[in-house]
């Protein structure tokens, strides 16, 4: 069974945010607006995008 994993983009700017917001952002391995990853879906991968829902879109995606 294929694991499930979760395509990233940032969408908004981390200026003016709070340095843990852009801790966050920049531990997810986010670098500019519209840049994309592909993390595994885990339980601290969702808490992380938990904590930025304004900044970033995700959806799932199949390994």
């Known amino acids: 069974m294929a694991e499930k ?4 983009t940032q969408t908004r700017s981390v200026i003016g ?13 986010l670098k500019r607006i519209r840049h994309t990853v592909v993390q ?3 339980p601290e991968i969702r808490g992380m995008l938990r904590k ?3 900044l970033v879109d995700w959806e799932e995606v199949e390994a």
């Open 5 to 8: 994993q979760l395509k990233i």
């Open 17 to 29: 945010r709070t340095e843990q917001q852009r801790a966050t952002v920049r531990s997810l391995g």
């Open 40 to 42: 595994p879906d885990r």
């Open 52 to 54: 930025i829902p304004h």
